[in-house]
């Protein structure tokens, strides 16, 4: 019950842009290089597949060492849907329409072509998974047992949802804006995967119908030609293989808006009755961090070892990221470095003195702007969403 997730453009065709052979490329001026960890445990360069947690359709995470890039490359980004992607064919440049319709003035019917018309913007952001860290509750809750690496930071190029949404001309009493993909269940009685987001977030200059991913044409399994990118926002929001477009007064109706994707809006237990007034979409992500190097399990040397990670929030701003290395009895803070973009992922240090020999956790947790903190723990909910207790990994530091 997780997610699934100017005018002078590239005309370059999507299609060879398939399932297999993804690439990632720097390109001029865009892009950021990859930074190097600074320490690197035996054969954490030779990880460079993603993890699957379920194969078809295909669910797979990115390795935890993959996250000492600022940007993660596409074919190491993680990938969700619930019913797999499409028949290349129907998503092919010469096929592809997107298709605006309900409370608006002018239908609209657009190609690719049509799209590339409007300004083109480029926007950083995490995107990442509602159910990323479900493997961590207690008790366990159904769904995919994702653990640390349904995320990634990525440039995301494409035209403001909302220039589309002008073009169109929004009729009052619009509130909701309601997305569906060419993508379809095997079953014919399985629901669509429909979903909305407020008209506010629809409007929003910073959400953008995306058709290129850090700099290359947006790849098959991360939602080809054009998904939603709603910044800030779990990838629940953020539709692949974007088809449909429907503004209307109420939410999209049916199971994945009225039943998936929703969390109590008060605490709950194992086996509490919910009322579904109590239950409230996934929306905006929550402050969280992750340790990129030393990976769980290394083994040290002692001395002076180089912690790094990653952290990030909703709409906000990261402003903070501690390190303890004593089960939590003290926080030191850590460096940030790196860009400080909004809705993307700040990169941060620790240089820890790792002491005498033996096992040790490092944790992290990060605050962010608005006063969120990570907590020990993630409160308890039935979906398994919004993990963000602390980080942690265990290390034994050796003898010298």
Same mark, same amino acid.
């Given at each position: 019950?997780?997610?699934?997730?100017?005018?002078? *453009?590239? =005309?370059?065709?999507?299609?060879?842009?398939?399932?297999? $052979?993804?690439?990632?490329?720097?390109?001029?001026?865009?892009?950021?290089?990859?930074?190097?960890?600074?320490?690197?445990?035996?054969?954490?360069?030779?990880?460079?597949?993603?993890?699957?947690?379920?194969?078809?359709?295909?669910?797979?995470?990115?390795?935890?060492?993959?996250? @000492?890039?600022?940007?993660?490359?596409?074919?190491?980004?993680?990938?969700?849907?619930?019913?797999?992607?499409?028949?290349?064919?129907?998503? %092919?440049?010469?096929?592809?329409?997107?298709?605006? %319709?309900?409370?608006?003035?002018?239908?609209?019917?657009?190609?690719?072509?049509?799209?590339?018309?409007?300004?083109?913007?480029?926007?950083?952001?995490?995107? !990442?998974?509602?159910?990323?860290?479900?493997?961590?509750?207690?008790?366990?809750?159904?769904?995919?047992?994702?653990?640390?690496?349904?995320?990634?930071?990525?440039?995301?190029?494409?035209?403001?949802?909302?220039?589309?949404?002008?073009?169109?001309?929004?009729? /009052?009493?619009?509130?909701?804006?309601?997305?569906?993909?060419?993508? =379809?269940?095997?079953?014919?009685? @399985?629901?669509?995967?429909? =979903?909305? *987001?407020?008209?506010?977030? %629809?409007?929003?200059?910073?959400?953008?119908?995306?058709?290129?991913?850090? $700099?290359?044409?947006?790849?098959?399994?991360?939602?080809?030609?054009?998904?939603?990118?709603?910044?800030?926002?779990?990838?629940?929001?953020?539709?692949?293989?974007?088809?449909?477009?429907?503004?209307?007064?109420?939410?999209?109706?049916?199971?994945?808006?009225?039943?998936?994707?929703?969390?109590?809006?008060?605490?709950?237990?194992?086996?509490?009755? &919910?009322?579904?007034?109590?239950?409230? /979409?996934?929306?905006?992500?929550?402050?969280?961090?992750?340790?990129?190097?030393?990976?769980?399990?290394?083994?040290?040397?002692?001395?002076?070892?180089? &912690?790094?990670?990653?952290?990030?929030?909703?709409?906000?701003?990261?402003?903070?990221?501690?390190?303890?290395?004593?089960?939590?009895?003290?926080?030191?803070?850590?460096?940030?470095?790196?860009?400080?973009?909004?809705?993307?992922?700040?990169?941060?240090?620790?240089?820890?003195?790792?002491?005498?020999?033996?096992?040790? @956790? *490092?944790?992290?947790?990060?605050?962010?702007?608005?006063? !969120?903190? !990570?907590?020990?723990?993630? /409160?308890?909910?039935?979906?398994?969403?919004?993990?963000?207790?602390?980080? !942690?990994?265990?290390?034994?530091? =050796?003898?010298?």
């Amino acid at each position: 019950m997780t997610d699934r997730n100017g005018l002078l *453009i590239s =005309r370059r065709s999507l299609l060879a842009h398939a399932v297999g $052979g993804l690439a990632f490329a720097l390109t001029a001026n865009r892009l950021r290089a990859a930074t190097a960890p600074l320490e690197t445990e035996p054969g954490a360069h030779e990880a460079n597949s993603l993890l699957t947690r379920v194969a078809r359709p295909l669910d797979a995470e990115t390795p935890p060492q993959a996250f @000492t890039a600022w940007l993660t490359p596409n074919d190491r980004f993680f990938v969700r849907s619930h019913f797999g992607p499409p028949a290349p064919e129907l998503v %092919a440049p010469a096929a592809w329409r997107l298709h605006l %319709a309900g409370l608006v003035e002018r239908p609209l019917s657009l190609s690719l072509d049509d799209l590339r018309r409007f300004d083109e913007v480029t926007i950083t952001a995490v995107l !990442q998974c509602s159910g990323n860290g479900r493997a961590f509750y207690r008790p366990k809750t159904p769904g995919v047992q994702w653990e640390r690496g349904a995320v990634g930071n990525a440039q995301w190029t494409g035209v403001r949802l909302r220039d589309v949404l002008d073009r169109a001309g929004v009729r /009052p009493p619009a509130r909701h804006l309601q997305m569906g993909g060419a993508d =379809r269940p095997a079953v014919s009685d @399985t629901p669509l995967f429909l =979903r909305s *987001i407020p008209i506010e977030k %629809a409007l929003h200059p910073d959400t953008i119908l995306a058709y290129r991913m850090n $700099g290359e044409p947006l790849p098959l399994l991360h939602g080809a030609p054009v998904r939603l990118i709603a910044p800030g926002w779990m990838a629940d929001s953020c539709v692949k293989w974007l088809t449909d477009l429907t503004l209307q007064a109420e939410e999209a109706q049916g199971y994945y808006m009225q039943t998936a994707y929703r969390y109590p809006s008060r605490p709950v237990g194992p086996g509490d009755a &919910i009322a579904q007034q109590d239950l409230k /979409p996934v929306e905006a992500m929550v402050v969280n961090s992750l340790i990129a190097h030393p990976q769980q399990g290394a083994t040290l040397s002692r001395g002076h070892v180089m &912690i790094q990670g990653l952290a990030w929030t909703g709409e906000g701003r990261i402003v903070t990221v501690e390190v303890s290395t004593d089960e939590g009895r003290t926080w030191e803070a850590a460096k940030l470095v790196g860009d400080d973009v909004p809705y993307a992922w700040r990169q941060w240090q620790f240089l820890w003195r790792t002491g005498g020999p033996g096992s040790r @956790t *490092i944790l992290s947790r990060a605050t962010d702007d608005r006063g !969120q903190v !990570q907590p020990m723990a993630s /409160p308890w909910n039935p979906g398994g969403f919004l993990w963000n207790g602390v980080d !942690q990994v265990q290390v034994q530091v =050796r003898e010298a």
